[in-house]
């Protein structure tokens, strides 16, 4: 981070620049033949210099602006990094954490991924129904596919949303065996240039990425601008995402709508990121398969993301390069939250990692441990929660299937897992999955 000495003197070179090629410029002129042309050109000269000082000074406005925005989130941004901006008062260790504080003044764009389904209007009408602020989360439309249709219904936005068009439509060359992938490669580009575009051109700071076929809940962008500070304040998290891969309505509890987690498994579909990430992640984006990449140990890097008991996105889109896989028998079935919680006004501090893995630990190896055939049978309900323990891969899988669960995993982690464990509710209990107390680790072998 530059400090704020070095800003000064930048700014201070960039003005001595300027008037230093006005003056240049006015020593260049050539001497005038006759007192007609001199008027004239005297005019058109103090024309030009009166331009020249209006653009230097709207240019020295605009890096006025910038100071201001690196001056204001200097604090957050040494937070994410470890190194506080100014010195803290010194704390007492037996002090809590303070609450996570809202950046009143953050811009968090969401960026729609859209190709050749027209039915964006579905996403985009939700997002502007329940968006709090357009100066808060502009719009951006990033178009691949070139379908005209589709170009149409989001060109019928007007200024509403910002429509930017993947200007790379051609084939890509893949390998003979990933001919029938040739959709994966060309999402993955997308994205690329889309998240370039955002951080890039237009210089956000975050951006919560959505693709064409979601929808979204009433509370969605409360919940994100809530847990924009904890992103920012905590380096052992990598996202936020909007989605619970379990999230079916029968393994919700829908009256604790505000229950968020911490997780291992990149969830994707509605998830939020900043614009650091994306410079460590761009100089080795993928070619193809980009989601099932994110869930490898050489991106993930021990790191977890924020998600929900309750699902803020849900996905319509049974059209796609997967071809519905997994749509009928998990994704149509995830309970989209309809109920607004007001996450800003609420304590997010316990997802910080310390704090969250001494509750949450707690009270999963604290729940009596029970048989998969008794709660299946519905018995011992008595015991309120409680944990069913697998002790490996086919152990976790074989559990997963009998209750319900999605059972893949990524890089051994299972979906909506936080140290193996996968929290859920069967049978109007809360259950958690879980492998012994003492775990070390993932095993990527685990598929």
């Not at 506080?84 to 008062?89: L, R």
Request: include cysteine; charged fraction near 25%.
């Amino acid at each position: 981070m530059l400090k704020k000495s070095s800003l000064a003197l930048w700014g201070a070179a960039l003005f001595i620049a300027w008037n230093g090629l006005l003056l240049l410029f006015l020593w260049s002129r050539p001497p005038s033949s006759s007192s007609s042309s001199s008027s004239s050109e005297g005019a058109r000269l103090t024309a030009e210099v009166i331009r020249l000082a209006q653009d230097a000074e709207a240019e020295l406005e605009r890096q006025k602006e910038l100071l201001r925005q690196i001056h204001r989130y200097s604090g957050l941004w040494g937070r994410r990094r470890g190194v506080p901006a100014t010195p803290p008062p010194p704390q007492p260790p037996s002090l809590p954490h303070p609450a996570l504080t809202q950046p009143s003044d953050a811009v968090l764009p969401v960026l729609v991924l859209a190709c050749d389904r027209s039915t964006v209007r579905r996403c985009l009408d939700k997002l502007l129904r329940y968006r709090p602020s357009a100066q808060r989360f502009p719009l951006i439309v990033s178009q691949d596919c070139g379908h005209a249709e589709t170009a149409r219904v989001i060109a019928s936005y007007g200024d509403a949303v910002a429509h930017i068009q993947q200007p790379d439509l051609s084939d890509i060359p893949v390998p003979a065996e990933h001919r029938k992938f040739q959709g994966y490669y060309k999402i993955a580009r997308h994205y690329r240039w889309a998240l370039g575009q955002v951080f890039r051109t237009f210089r956000h700071r975050a951006v919560i990425v959505v693709e064409d076929d979601l929808e979204v809940a009433p509370d969605f962008f409360e919940y994100f601008q809530a847990a924009f500070p904890l992103l920012l304040a905590d380096p052992s998290l990598w996202c936020v995402s909007a989605w619970n891969d379990n999230g079916k309505e029968q393994m919700v509890d829908v009256t604790q709508a505000e229950l968020l987690y911490r997780t291992d498994f990149f969830p994707g579909l509605g998830w939020l990121l900043l614009a650091e990430l994306w410079d460590e992640l761009e100089p080795k984006w993928p070619p193809a398969f980009w989601d099932d990449w994110m869930r490898q140990p050489e991106q993930r890097r021990g790191r977890s993301c924020v998600r929900p008991e309750v699902s803020r996105t849900m996905t319509f889109g049974r059209k796609g390069v997967s071809h519905g896989q997994f749509f009928d028998q998990y994704l149509k079935f995830i309970k989209l939250n309809d109920r607004f919680v007001p996450f800003t006004q609420l304590d997010l501090s316990y997802l910080r990692k310390e704090e969250y893995e001494r509750s949450f630990l707690r009270k999963v190896y604290s729940a009596p441990e029970v048989r998969v055939e008794e709660l299946q049978g519905n018995r011992r309900r008595e015991l309120g929660a409680v944990r069913l323990q697998y002790s490996g891969r086919d152990s976790f899988k074989a559990f997963a299937k009998a209750l319900g669960l999605m059972d893949d995993l990524k890089s051994g982690v299972p979906r909506a897992g936080y140290r193996g464990i996968v929290s859920f509710v069967y049978r109007g209990r809360r259950v958690y999955l879980a492998p012994p107390s003492d775990w070390t680790g993932y095993d990527p072998s685990w598929s």
